[in-house]
């Protein structure tokens, strides 16, 4: 499986930015699909992610409510909508799969590049 992020950029505190990722190569072994970040100096942590089949988004509760993931079956890719964006949101975005029932904050199991997101204050 290969994952290709796309979407980041510049935005404004407040502002909103949308990411993309696109699987192509064994995606019917896809089972949940999202991103995890990397702040400058910090340690890479988890964002959220969505299960492939049922649709059904988990985030990290640093994220929650500002953050929405959603996937397209048809296109395989999985979205990730950022809103209310803090200077803190500032980070390279990474895009993750996960082939078994851990899920990607457990055991993720194939790695996109990473999205620079960067938020101004």
């Known amino acids: 499986v290969q994952l290709q992020a796309s979407g980041g950029g510049l935005v404004q505190a407040g502002g909103s930015l949308s990411l993309s990722c696109a699987a192509s190569g064994r995606t019917f072994s896809i089972k949940h699909m999202g991103w995890f970040r990397q702040a400058p100096g910090k340690e890479r942590e988890f964002v959220g992610a969505?299960?492939?089949?049922?649709?059904?988004?988990y985030y990290a509760d640093s994220v929650k409510g500002r953050l929405t993931i959603s996937r397209d079956n048809a296109k395989n890719t999985a979205n990730l909508q950022m809103n209310s964006l803090k200077p803190e949101d500032t980070a390279v975005y990474y895009c993750?799969?996960?082939?078994?029932?851990?899920?990607?904050?457990?055991?993720?199991?194939?790695w996109g590049q990473g999205t620079l997101v960067t938020v101004s204050s």
């Open positions: 993750a799969a996960a082939r078994t029932d851990w899920g990607v904050r457990a055991r993720p199991d194939y």
């Open positions: 969505i299960t492939w089949s049922g649709g059904v988004a």
